[in-house]
T-cell receptor, first 116, second 117 residues
Framework: DTGVSQDPRHKITKRGQNVTFRCDPI?????LYWYRQTLGQGPEFLTY????????KSRLLSDRFSAERPKGSFSTLEIQRTEQGDSAMYLC??????????????FGPGTRLTVL | AQTVTQSQPEMSVQEAETVTLSCTYD???????LFWYKQPPSRQMILVIR??????QNATENRFSVNFQKAAKSFSLKISDSQLGDTAMYFC??????????????FGGGTRLMVKP
């Protein structure tokens, strides 16, 4: 088990450009989460997948953000027309959950986005 | 809405001593889970300890233990025999299966802990 991986680890882009991040969860984990963390703050929930279905989205997730998890394996988070306020660390987490349980989430190393 | 508050932005402790990090939360749910996560300077979030609200016994993991006071909505973390490797940001987090579909975590603002040699 290699843990949750994220790619790239760092991304610098110019305002207005589109960026895409990838997350590979722990094998067999059926839940996948995206969080955003700004400097000195705790992570904030963005969205959540159960297998390939996106079941929850935060109000923080504007129309410029889209996430997918095709085939219930890896996930991508795309930000269109980036703004300077999008600069943050984007964290991915995965968990294995049964029905009506609260699982433990395991985090990846994150992708640090800097929008110039 | 659930909120998690960590009132100590920064703390320091001498190596081998004990330190307690505070966390309070607000919820109307009765079934929930609380977590402490550690984020070292390399920034990978690591689970330290987990507590189920229905359990009266406080969780322990080696040098880490919690003091869970459900009525007071308090969930403090005690680190015994502090080691230099404990230097990190510590986040308290809350989750409830009754809220949303996926047990998303609500985090506090974090406490930066520095262990001094």
């Amino acid at each position: 088990d290699t843990g949750v991986s994220q790619d790239p680890r760092h991304k610098i882009t110019k305002r207005g450009q589109n960026v895409t991040f990838r997350c590979d969860p722990i094998s067999e984990h059926n839940r996948l989460y995206w969080y955003r963390q700004t400097l000195g703050q705790g992570p904030e929930f963005l969205t959540y997948f159960q297998n390939e279905a996106q079941l929850e989205k935060s109000r923080l997730l504007s129309d410029r953000f889209s996430a997918e998890r095709p085939k219930g394996s890896f996930s991508t988070l795309e930000i269109q027309r980036t703004e300077q306020g999008d600069s943050a660390m984007y964290l991915c987490a995965s968990s294995l959950a049964g029905f009506a349980s609260t699982d433990t989430q395991y985090f990846g190393p994150g992708t640090r986005l800097t929008v110039l | 809405a659930q909120t998690v508050t960590q009132s100590q932005p920064e703390m320091s402790v001498q190596e081998a001593e004990t330190v307690t990090l505070s966390c309070t939360y607000d919820t109307s749910e009765n079934n929930y889970y609380l977590f402490w996560y550690k984020q070292p300077p390399s920034r990978q979030m690591i689970l330290v300890i987990r507590q189920e609200a229905y359990k009266q016994q406080n969780a322990t993991e080696n040098r880490f233990s919690v003091n869970f006071q459900k009525a007071a909505k308090s969930f403090s973390l005690k680190i015994s025999d502090s080691q230099l490797g404990d230097t990190a940001m510590y986040f308290c987090a809350f989750a409830s299966p009754a809220i949303g579909a996926g047990n998303m975590l609500t985090f506090g603002g974090g406490t930066r802990l520095m262990v001094k040699p």
